[in-house]
């Protein structure tokens, strides 16, 4: 009773411990969505305020660029070296983007130097973030126990939650100490300098992770070129793999990074309305995430996945319009939490599923290459496509269309992914011949 109480207590603190450099990505991928009018005033000045907002939201998506090669280079890193190490890397690269964009001065200060430096902090984080989430998915699903790896695996997106509800209080609290003028002037960097202190804490946690032990029973380790061929070789389940993730990274900014934004500049409502709903976003996301894990566990995860993409294909449109005919705090909160369930439900099964899919001696590049393209090429830019289709449209009710493009593409995947005999069912391919020991 006591070995097995000591067990499951190692495996708590094991999550903890792997989840920790996923709290400060989000922590600070977060802070930039919420803070993004006021970036823009001090880093993008323009006559023009949606012109100042879209150059932010770009700079924000720029950093989403930098991940694909990120899951290539990092990804085949961690494959080749061990999980441990990896993530320790990715920790590094990440924290000094974070320390740049906090400290950088303002564009009223050393002129056209301050964007450059705040992009180069974004490429940056973009380029960790490329397998931040791939290398602590994969470390999850390999110490997971059996018949569970979907409520373990769901602990990497749940850490994210506890990052955005943290960001949340500490928005709020300055809204309500610190006065509008003083936020603008340099308020906002508050939280960036709390990211930028934790980072030593989150370096001692790594640090005393162990290796995997599936990794460490492996007998043959991939080359970057063996790595690069197989990857190559199966192309076709990196794209079902992406397309499966645009579902999960379009609404994930869409109900939280672009909440804060949406509601305050769309809506009108008031700050701390629009930072009151992530907080319970974030909440919505912490218990779902793990439950529909756990669901997708016991019935599967096709099921899971083909009912929480046809749900938003239904609704997400239409919620978004009944929420901008009757604005006020309270419909707003009702909207977010109905596609925070949709998010957290797709998720819960789609994560562990992107682990099972991929060839398992290519396990982090394969799934970083397939996150970190849809997140790059549809994700990322969801603020900025949000804010461009509302501008163009005139309908504020436009991110609905957006989220509901992303619903479809999971669909697809999930049909192709999941039809009898396929790829899901056969079980990964084995590495690519050149790649064989």
Not at 14 to 41: C, H, P, Q, W
Not at 70 to 86: E, F, H, K, N
Not at 372 to 388: K, Q
Request: aromatic content about 14%; hydrophobic content about 50%; some cysteine.
């Amino acid at each position: 009773m006591q070995n097995t109480k000591a067990a499951r207590a190692s495996k708590i603190s094991t999550v903890l411990r792997v989840t920790s450099g996923n709290f400060l990505e989000m922590f600070d991928f977060f802070l930039y969505g919420f803070y993004a009018t006021y970036i823009s005033k001090t880093f993008f000045p323009s006559d023009n305020e949606y012109a100042s907002l879209i150059l932010t939201f770009a700079t924000f998506g720029a950093g989403f660029l930098m991940r694909p090669l990120g899951a290539v280079l990092l990804g085949s890193y961690i494959d080749r070296i061990g999980r441990r190490q990896g993530l320790i890397v990715t920790l590094g690269i990440m924290a000094f983007g974070t320390i740049l964009i906090a400290f950088v001065p303002g564009y009223a200060t050393i002129g056209i130097a301050a964007p450059i430096l705040v992009l180069i902090g974004r490429l940056l984080q973009g380029f960790s973030a490329g397998v931040e989430l791939g290398g602590v998915s994969v470390y999850l699903a390999e110490m997971a126990t059996p018949g569970h790896k979907g409520f373990y695996v769901s602990w990497q997106s749940a850490s994210q939650q506890v990052a955005i509800m943290a960001s949340s209080v500490i928005g709020y609290l300055l809204s309500q100490w610190l006065l509008p003028a003083d936020i603008n002037a340099w308020g906002w960097r508050i939280p960036f300098f709390i990211g930028c202190m934790i980072i030593p804490v989150i370096f001692m946690i790594r640090r005393s992770l162990q290796e995997t032990e599936e990794f460490l029973a492996r007998k043959h380790h991939p080359t970057f070129k063996e790595i690069v061929s197989s990857i190559a070789h199966n192309w076709r389940i990196v794209i079902a793999g992406m397309m499966m993730v645009v579902m999960t990274t379009v609404s994930f900014y869409l109900i939280t990074v672009y909440t804060p934004t949406f509601g305050k500049s769309v809506l009108q409502l008031s700050s701390a309305d629009s930072l009151l709903t992530t907080f319970c976003v974030g909440m919505s996301n912490f218990f779902w995430l793990p439950v529909m894990g756990a669901v997708s566990d016991r019935f599967g995860r096709r099921p899971v996945l083909l009912t929480f993409t046809v749900l938003p294909i239904l609704t997400a449109y239409p919620i978004l319009s009944w929420l901008v005919a009757n604005v006020s705090f309270e419909n707003l909160l009702v909207t977010e939490l109905w596609l925070s369930f949709m998010y957290a439900s797709y998720n819960g099964a789609a994560v562990v599923a992107l682990t099972e899919v991929m060839p398992k001696h290519v396990r982090t590049v394969g799934f970083s290459l397939a996150y970190s393209l849809a997140t790059a090429v549809f994700g990322g830019f969801t603020p900025m496509i949000s804010t461009w289709l509302i501008e163009t449209s005139g309908d504020k009710a436009a991110p609905g269309y957006w989220m509901t493009f992303a619903a479809v593409c999971g669909l697809i995947s999930t049909v192709i992914l999941y039809h009898r005999g396929g790829i899901a069912e056969r079980g990964a391919p084995a590495l690519a011949p050149q790649g064989q020991a």
